[in-house]
């Protein structure tokens, strides 16, 4: 069963890319629709990521390992903390369900929306195929150059509502941080720590 977050028709291409300006805006901007491409046709990925998600009083780390194949569930197994690891949840269409011996990894949303942390990948891949891209550029995190790219909904103003931050590498194309954002405030922030598509 292929995800609703996972198919996008091809005419999402054509999005328009706003605030791509400056110096290397059209670079920015021709990377953008190439690696949006290149994640419509792929047909798996894997990796590991550290999560962080913030619901303003209380703090939490997970170490999240995943899975996708285009033709199967998105699978994610937490692998961190210690307490949480083994816990599995797999993603199929619409429906999620956790499995470990009985035991639920239970948070609560941390927007208005009902987003959790075990939500937060399938929440930037989807962003990185399919949302509207209102902000692109290349920039620097740590030593690394990357292509930044800010996703949300193309009524709103930066800073307003829901917005989804995505950094890849330039050369690999590879995904190496996301955060999700509610009203300027970062909810989820996960680093990728391995990424590998086919």
């Given at each position: 069963?292929?995800h609703?977050?996972?198919?996008?028709?091809?005419?999402?291409?054509?999005?328009?890319?706003?605030?791509?300006?400056?110096?290397?805006?059209?670079?920015?901007?021709?990377?953008?629709?190439?690696?949006?491409?290149?994640?419509l046709?792929?047909?798996?990925?894997?990796?590991?990521?550290?999560?962080?998600?913030?619901?303003?009083?209380?703090?939490?780390?997970?170490?999240?390992?995943?899975?996708?194949?285009?033709?199967?569930?998105?699978?994610?197994?937490?692998?961190?903390?210690?307490?949480?690891?083994?816990?599995?949840?797999?993603?199929?269409?619409?429906?999620?369900?956790?499995?470990?011996?009985?035991?639920?990894?239970?948070?609560?949303?941390?927007?208005?929306?009902?987003?959790?942390?075990?939500?937060?990948i399938?929440?930037?891949?989807?962003?990185?195929?399919?949302?509207?891209?209102?902000?692109?550029?290349?920039?620097?995190?740590?030593?690394?150059?990357?292509?930044?790219?800010?996703?949300?909904?193309?009524?709103?103003?930066a800073?307003?509502?829901?917005?989804?931050?995505?950094?890849?590498?330039?050369?690999?194309h590879?995904?190496?941080?996301?955060?999700?954002?509610?009203?300027?405030?970062?909810?989820?922030?996960?680093?990728?720590?391995?990424?590998?598509?086919?």
């Amino acid at each position: 069963m292929r995800h609703r977050w996972m198919c996008a028709p091809m005419m999402i291409l054509c999005l328009i890319l706003a605030a791509c300006g400056g110096e290397s805006g059209g670079q920015a901007e021709q990377l953008a629709l190439d690696i949006r491409g290149e994640y419509l046709e792929m047909a798996s990925c894997a990796g590991q990521t550290e999560v962080i998600a913030d619901y303003g009083q209380r703090v939490y780390e997970y170490g999240i390992s995943f899975q996708w194949e285009r033709e199967g569930d998105l699978v994610l197994t937490v692998t961190a903390p210690v307490e949480a690891a083994g816990i599995t949840a797999r993603v199929s269409g619409e429906q999620t369900s956790l499995e470990y011996d009985g035991v639920r990894l239970e948070t609560g949303p941390l927007n208005e929306d009902g987003l959790s942390p075990i939500d937060a990948i399938p929440a930037l891949l989807r962003a990185l195929r399919e949302d509207f891209i209102a902000e692109c550029g290349m920039e620097k995190l740590g030593e690394t150059h990357t292509l930044r790219l800010c996703c949300r909904a193309p009524e709103n103003t930066a800073g307003v509502g829901e917005e989804i931050t995505l950094w890849l590498h330039p050369e690999t194309h590879a995904l190496l941080r996301g955060e999700v954002s509610q009203d300027g405030f970062t909810v989820i922030q996960c680093t990728f720590t391995e990424f590998t598509a086919g």
